[in-house]
């Protein structure tokens, strides 16, 4: 594998394979068809790497099989931060990524010409082998610093003049940095870009471990750049273009949509944006694990209007689909609960049955009902009541007939 | 700045550390080898470690050699740097209604006030969750707050907590524990103190209690047991759930996807077209397992052990049962 770096210069590159180890964990080299096998090699090899420890490996007769295997309450933070940490970098990049700050914290207010001279005088003489580095590549990268917030300039006449911004942390006292960081280490699992905050603990050391998590998916990490991008567009009333590698098509197709509302399924762990696609003139929903090379367009004068729309059908939607009012589906399940010993599971049904309403119709007997524009999403809640259903109803005849065969086929797996 | 980038690395992160250990005292090659070899990822210590002492003409000319003895060119500690895509992200969760769980008022408003020219990196108001219980924590109640920090001191400082806990049904339970982690649920919004009960010393089984139900709560002097970490391990269940997956419904993508909160391993069995997945649990959890295992419907069977699939059938069979008597129902009518 001559040529192999660790390192990459483009996160897409990386973010498909970790999924695929991360989720799936049971595919092996052939599996993986729409790079060739020494792309795999290669990238195997990366992720092997940036996740030692949470890799593990087994070879059955159809190969060796890669896959990250955790207990996330086990866990008080996301491995697969790590693949954030891979960028690559020349030597230059390293060189000044040090001295500048080291410049200018002493020296505040310099122009890219004088922070040329000091780093070649006071940092790099003691090297015979050095080539000097010219002054348009430091002022690039003392820019590059002011556009990444870490320097503030100032204009003397035509000229820049460079400082360290200063550090938050040195402005308030170190109670409230211990408190910060806890918070940090909480959010950092639970928020967008939790990996910002993962950078500022492993910076300043703190590697506390007070937490744990249910219900999180750690890969969504890897869309966090998507994530922002969307929720920038969004803040911005902008439409966005994108790739969509939907599983269902073979070749990607290209959508230009009005970004409107990024959603989390907690309990299923996917996670898609409500648009309205401008070409379809409907609102409609796209994974964000399958949205590649995102650009953001133009601002929208039709995106207060769609919002409201949007605002308007929450409250009838169990997940992503939408629909008119006029075709909203009923549904209707009488359960059977004991509410003297089983009030936990009337408590479940008021809680996690969204505007539903519930009723006592008989003894140890509710029925519960809703409006729903596709009862479809929501049979995998419907079926943790297994055991309880007396009966169930809808105005969706197909799924519900799907619900009861289907519960007719788990019968018979066990030989009922 | 793209949010992929080298300011973040790996490498920066471990050259900033020796650094700062460069300052304390000169190092040698092989102290430079055994940092990187401590922070970096698997294939670090290739590569690095030559850079650092600039060997070949391709080193990074941040350390300096004399006698082999490596020393910073730098004059001072490199300084902690914060992008403004990590400003914009603390702005953010400052915003959030559970930092107060964390910091103080006064330390509320110093952050606040320190932002004030700084732009959230989201909004909240853009997201949504879905298929989230409606009853998550109250966060602005102020003796939930006062509970949260108690439990948080506890784990901190190593110590047993005094627990006065409500059941559902209004049971009050007093009990020490050694607490363990601070559980926090995203689809259920709330927080748990996962931690083990002590009783004359001795460590008694694992519990989950919602915070919210929790009245009070003392941070004791005795210290929680060392092997707390091992005795909560060993309490996994020695069996795992075994399920046999089918790709019908695009199961393999749904099922995978929500397990991966679960340790778990699995495999293809090419001739079947299915897929075995092995699930590590504990008991506290099994009650979720069952239903979230129900919820896939029939793209799933349970293989095993005998004890959890016993639950299983006997819920698919009294769902049967009450299809059947439905149907019998209203054929009489």
Known sequence: ?416 | MEFFSEIHSRYFYIISEILKVAFQEDLSGKDIGGIVAALGFAETAVTLPAKLLNANKEGYYILKEQSARYTPVLKGDPPLLLTEYQKRWIKAIVKDKRFSLFADESQCNDYERLLADIEPLYDSQHFINVDMANDGDDYENPEYRRIFKVIMQGIQENKIILVTYESGKGNRLSAYFAPYKLEYSSKDDKFRLCGVRVRQGRMRSLYKLNLSRIRSVEVMEYNRPENLASYIKRLRMPLPVEIEITNERNGFERIFTQLSNFERVSEYDENTGKCLMKIYYYEVDEMELLITLLSFGPVIKVIGPDCFKEQLVGRIARQKQLFTMTDERIDSE
Request: net charge positive; glycine share 4%.
């Open chain 1, 1 to 416: 594998m001559a040529g192999f770096t660790e390192l990459i210069k483009n996160f897409d590159k990386i973010r498909d394979y970790t999924r695929e180890f991360f989720v799936y964990g049971y595919k092996c080299r052939n599996d993986y068809t729409r790079k060739s096998g020494r792309s795999y090699d290669n990238e195997r090899r990366r992720i092997e790497s940036y996740l030692a420890g949470y890799i593990k490996w087994e070879t059955n007769s159809r190969g060796k099989n890669l896959f990250i295997s955790t207990d996330t309450s086990d866990l008080s933070e996301n491995p697969l931060f790590s693949m954030w940490e891979a960028k690559s970098f020349t030597k230059n990049d390293c060189l000044l990524h040090f001295c500048l700050p080291d410049i200018l914290k002493k020296n505040p207010g310099l122009t890219a010409k004088d922070v040329t001279s000091i780093l070649s005088e006071e940092y790099l003489s003691c090297f015979n082998d050095y080539e000097m580095l010219d002054v348009m590549t430091v002022r690039n990268k003392l820019n590059e610093y002011t556009m990444a917030g870490l320097f503030s300039t100032q204009k003397n006449g035509k000229t820049l003049h460079y400082s360290m911004n200063e550090t938050l942390f040195d402005q308030v006292t170190p109670d409230a940095v211990n408190s910060l960081l806890l918070a940090v280490q909480f959010f950092e699992n639970v928020v967008p870009a939790g990996v910002l905050g993962y950078f500022i603990r492993r910076d300043k050391g703190k590697r506390e471990d007070v937490f744990s998590f249910r219900h999180i998916f750690m890969s969504h990490t890897l869309d966090d750049e998507v994530v922002i991008t969307i929720a920038q567009a969004i803040a911005g009333k902008k439409t966005i273009r994108f790739e969509n590698y939907s599983l269902r098509s073979k070749a990607p197709s290209v959508e230009t949509v009005l970004p409107l509302k990024i959603v989390t399924n907690v309990k299923h762990g996917r996670r898609f944006l409500i648009t309205y696609n401008l070409r379809q003139r409907r609102l409609f929903s796209y994974r964000l694990d399958y949205m590649k090379n995102l650009t953001v367009v133009e601002e929208s004068s039709m995106h207060d209007t769609k919002l409201t729309d949007l605002t308007e059908k929450l409250p009838f939607s169990w997940g992503v689909a939408f629909g008119k009012k006029a075709q909203l589906e009923q549904v209707e399940v009488m359960l059977h609960i004991d509410e003297l010993t089983e009030e936990y599971v009337l408590k479940r049904v008021k809680r996690e049955g969204k505007n539903g309403s519930v009723e006592k119709v008989g003894k140890h007997t509710f029925l519960y009902r809703i409006e729903v524009f596709d009862t479809m999403e929501m049979v995998p809640w419907l079926r943790t009541f297994i055991g309880r259903i007396i009966s169930i109803k809808g105005s969706n005849k197909t799924v519900i007939q799907r619900f009861i065969d289907d519960s007719k086929r788990m019968a018979s797996f066990y030989e009922m």
